[in-house]
């Protein structure tokens, strides 16, 4: 019905950068938000990221200053975009999108398949 496809993780040294890339398709009314997630091994998964419809974006206290959370509306895609990268930040990054389905018209949670972030030396 939808699909999120994630791409751009990979493997960096601490203090480079990466961008993430999500993009979505199927049966899309509208979006409320979309956003960013990650786990690390051994915790739980936790919001990074998120877009609203209008704008507004929130970031969680640890990546405020380095990372930055952008949509292209016309081909609804969402990035992030990652500098500073610390060792910490090494988890499977997850793409998430509330979105108002074509066929239902009700609002539903989608995920990505997550994509690999490693920050290593």
């Known amino acids: 019905q939808v699909q999120l496809v994630e791409s751009g993780g990979g493997l960096v040294q601490p203090g480079g950068s990466l961008r993430l890339s999500c993009a979505a398709s199927g049966s899309i009314s509208s979006f409320t938000a979309m956003g960013w997630y990650r786990q690390a091994p051994g915790k739980q998964r936790e919001l990074v990221a998120t877009?609203?419809?209008?704008?507004?974006?929130d970031y969680t206290d640890s990546v405020k200053g380095r990372f930055t959370v952008s949509r292209d509306n016309a081909k609804n895609t969402v990035y992030l975009q990652m500098n500073s990268l610390k060792p910490e930040d090494t988890a499977v990054y997850y793409c998430n999108a509330v979105i108002v389905t074509v066929t239902t018209l009700y609002e539903y949670n989608f995920w990505g398949q997550g994509t690999q972030v490693t920050v290593s030396s």
């Open positions: 877009i609203t419809s209008g704008g507004p974006t």
